[in-house]
């Protein structure tokens, strides 16, 4: 191993912390590390003491658009992440803030959707692993 490979290895397992999805309504666990946000409207009856948001990432989630076509129908599922990835490559700043926690801690996405199959989180853990 030479000098550029030893400098590199602390960068790599920084980036290996562990993104997890999860429902902003179940109870925040020792697990979660950073919970971030990722939906664009404030979850329904929910307080900002009993969410524990450390941070609210509203501008990464679908546009208004998007998220009223898919309708979190499951027959869109296909199409919805592509046209998310899509805004999500428009949309560099935001991603890079979410990049940026993830090499720094574990951290938690959290979303609202009653669908744990079919959300914005889902993408947005999967677009984290494969970069």
Known sequence: MNANEDSTMPQKSRRKHSVRIKR?????DDQDGRRILVDRLWPRGLTKAKAQ????????????????????????WSEFRRRYLDELKKNSAELSTLKKEAAKSAITL????????HNEAIVLQAALHSK
Not at 24 to 28: A, G
Not at 58 to 76: M, Q, V, Y
Not at 110 to 117: G, I, P, Q, W
């Open 24 to 28: 902003v309504y179940d109870e925040p």
């Open 110 to 117: 959290l979303y609202s959707a009653k669908d744990v199959e």
């Open 53 to 76: 948001v450390d941070l609210w990432l509203k501008n990464i989630a679908p546009s208004t658009e998007l998220r009223k076509w898919f309708g979190h129908d499951a027959a869109k």
